[in-house]
């Protein structure tokens, strides 16, 4: 999750991230949709998100994930470190057993979250680096992905790069849309490889040139966003969950005006909420995340947010379209 407020709210909000296991359930379905999907509108065309930690694909860009699936296009996600460090954020989960086994209980949260949204999903390998707590913070654990060289770590992401062949590439501003190291090391890592995957001098060992056409930043929690759906809330004699947030997040308009991109994406807003649930160390279902009424988000903010800094289409801003511009692969034949 994203945004700039004090470290606090800022690593509350990180927790807001995902719930219970409803795998065979949602296989089924993500089943279905990708089977419907085949040959739909957007076949041939390919996305990749980068992300930090198991949970940040269902937190952010997820409901247009699940939309662009729906309508056929292949969808990647990265995953760059495990989330062994991640603490447990929903107080139902927070067991020695789930405790003892942290890694391979993300994992199979992210299966979970893999099958709803109905994504392929690729572990780049590193080692979280934890939120260093404290003042002054705590030197970063030995091994861990935010202690790793950008060029070494850009390699492996450069390789998978090569050998998905995506379009579009997405990752977080270079504040690591929140100001988690491994946040701010998938933004250094991603610009590096996005920018290498094409040229035939870089990482020649990592198989052969793709140049994708589009890079993003996710802006999707943006203070704009939160103070509409605040404001909403409100207005309805509802509790805001935003009030102590937004008071102290100052107005940075010059930021929010670096969205170029906004996919209307509304009516996957229930899967985002599926996706996000199945990481269920990760995120208290009673908590702030889910207290703002789906129809009400749907109706105030239906949009999911991007800025487009990098373009080889030539496609006009703003746009409401990660693939707007891009021409599909002759042929299209879909590499994994
Ligand atoms: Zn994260």
Same mark, same amino acid.
């Given at each position: 999750m994203h945004e700039d407020a004090s470290p606090e709210a800022q690593r509350e909000t990180h927790r807001a991230h995902g719930e219970h296991h409803e795998g065979a359930h949602t296989d089924t379905a993500a089943t279905a949709r990708r089977a419907a999907a085949h !040959? !739909? #509108?957007?076949? %041939?065309l390919r996305l990749m998100h980068v992300h930090a930690h198991p949970d940040d694909e269902s937190s952010k860009g997820a409901a247009s994930t699940a939309m662009y699936v729906d309508q056929g296009a292949e969808v990647h996600v990265v995953t760059c470190t495990g989330g062994e460090r991640g603490s447990i954020l929903n107080p139902r989960m927070d067991r020695p057993d789930v405790l003892e086994n942290m890694t391979e209980v993300r994992r199979a949260e992210m299966d979970a979250a893999r099958e709803i949204l109905g994504i392929t999903q690729h572990w780049l390998g590193f080692v979280d680096s934890g939120w260093p707590d404290g003042d002054p913070k705590p030197p970063?654990? @030995?091994?861990?992905f935010g202690l790793v060289p950008v060029e070494e770590a850009a390699e492996a992401l450069v390789r998978l790069i090569r050998q998905v062949r995506p379009h579009v590439v997405t990752t977080y501003d270079e504040r690591g849309g929140y100001p988690h190291p491994d946040h701010v090391m998938c933004h250094r890592v991603s610009v590096a490889a996005f920018e290498a $995957? %094409?040229? #035939?001098? =870089?990482? #020649? @060992?990592? %198989?052969q040139p793709w140049t994708p056409s589009k890079l993003y930043y996710h802006h999707s929690f943006n203070r704009p966003r939160m103070t509409a759906i605040h404001e909403a809330m409100l207005e309805r004699g509802l509790e805001s969950p935003w009030a102590e947030r937004l008071a102290s997040w100052e107005p940075e308009p010059e930021w929010d005006a670096r969205i170029t991109t906004r996919v209307p994406? $509304?009516?996957?807003f229930e899967v985002r909420d599926r996706a996000l649930l199945a990481h269920a160390t990760q995120i208290?279902?009673? !908590?702030?995340? &889910? =207290? /703002? #009424?789906m129809e009400l988000s749907q109706s105030v903010w239906p949009t999911e947010d991007f800025e487009r /800094? /990098?373009?080889?289409? !030539? $496609?006009?801003?703003? @746009?409401?379209?990660? &693939? =707007?511009g891009v021409t599909p692969d002759p042929g299209a034949a879909s590499a994994q």
């Open positions: !040959g !739909g #509108p957007r076949s %041939g970063l654990p @030995e091994g861990c $995957a %094409g040229d #035939p001098d =870089a990482y #020649p @060992e990592a %198989g994406c $509304a009516d996957y208290d279902p009673d !908590g702030h995340w &889910f =207290a /703002v #009424p /800094v /990098v373009d080889r289409t !030539g $496609a006009p801003l703003p @746009e409401d379209d990660l &693939f =707007a």
